[in-house]
């Protein structure tokens, strides 16, 4: 009398677990950032790689603006259930927190780190017919004529890094922020600015292929594919090797055990090699950190960020 039933159920627990994944929750993703760049890649690399591991359907939610403020205001207020992350980095979940006294949000307390993904380096780059050829060079031109240097956003990792140079070496120069990183390169390729100092990725083509000179990098090693530029400790500039890095956040509050297990499943993505060459390509160097390491790492960059805009005096009002 009982078999029918039992084989019905059994037959239809496929069907069941088909259903309950359909209607899962889908895990949104913010990404402060516009679509089509570097932190958009890599929120739909990951997150599409994380799927299977979860068993939920992963969205990325492009939310661009205000320097990072927005899209990561946006997840501050979210509701702390697991369904919501921002794709953070060094200025929304650091430098903002002190270039910007108005900040919505506290980088530390409104959000629970979940894991730190990649890092990119940046380098320092001048036109092709720029008569300095070194770094020291352009230093020596900085403290006798008057000099100009691009950043990519004023408040930027870029405007910051460059700031600290200005003031370290006792150049005289001014900042001309511009509106992303493109328009900063194209102004320095074609001369309108002295210098800028950039993500690496996204004026790595243009050294390639001869329109800027790149006077540093700051890698611990001089990278493999342009092996003719020093790192900034070979250029007598240690203290411009600061990367650039992103990382998972979740609003604060949101359970351990979703943390734990939404962090395992985006860093296995890493693992993966299809994953780790897309990156690659992209200029991202991945650097998988699990939540309780991720946390103490984004607590000592919110002092050295503070630090460095403290010395250099830069600020963003509103």
Excluded: C
């Excluded at 084989?7 to 677990?17: G, N, Q, R």
């Excluded at 089509?36 to 979860?54: H, I, N, S, Y």
Aim: proline share 8%; no cysteine.
């Amino acid at each position: 009398m009982l078999r029918r039933p039992l084989l019905a159920t059994a037959l239809a627990l496929p069907w069941i677990a088909r259903a309950a994944r359909a209607q899962a929750a889908p895990l949104r993703i913010i990404v402060p950032a516009p679509p089509g760049g570097p932190t958009d890649m890599l929120a739909r690399v990951l997150g599409e790689k994380a799927q299977a591991a979860l068993d939920r359907p992963v969205v990325v939610d492009n939310r661009a603006g205000g320097g990072g403020v927005i899209g990561t205001e946006a997840a501050a207020h979210a509701a702390p259930d697991g369904n919501t992350l921002v794709l953070g980095h060094n200025q929304t979940h650091a430098s903002n927190q002190a270039l910007m006294p108005q900040l919505p949000y506290d980088v530390v307390k409104s959000f629970t780190p979940v894991a730190k993904l990649a890092t990119v380096h940046h380098a320092l780059v001048v036109p092709a017919n720029s008569p300095a050829k070194t770094l020291r060079g352009l230093i020596e031109r900085g403290r006798r004529e008057h000099l100009s240097y691009a950043s990519s956003q004023a408040g930027s990792a870029s405007h910051v890094i460059s700031e600290t140079l200005v003031r370290r070496e006792k150049l005289d120069a001014t900042h001309i922020p511009y509106r992303g990183a493109a328009p900063a390169a194209t102004d320095t390729v074609s001369g309108v600015v002295d210098f800028y100092t950039a993500t690496f990725p996204s004026v790595a083509s243009l050294i390639r292929d001869g329109r800027l000179r790149a006077l540093e990098v700051g890698a611990p090693a001089r990278l493999a594919d342009f092996p003719e530029i020093p790192t900034a400790a070979e250029a007598g500039a240690p203290y411009l090797a600061v990367d650039a890095w992103f990382g998972l956040f979740a609003p604060a509050g949101t359970a351990p055990e979703a943390v734990e297990r939404i962090a395992r499943a985006m860093l296995d993505g890493l693992n993966d090699p299809a994953v780790e060459e897309r990156l690659s390509a992209a200029g991202f160097t991945a650097d998988p950190m699990l939540p309780g390491p991720f946390a103490a790492f984004q607590k000592e960059e919110v002092d050295r960020w503070a630090e460095m805009v403290r010395l250099t005096g830069v600020k963003i009002e509103g």
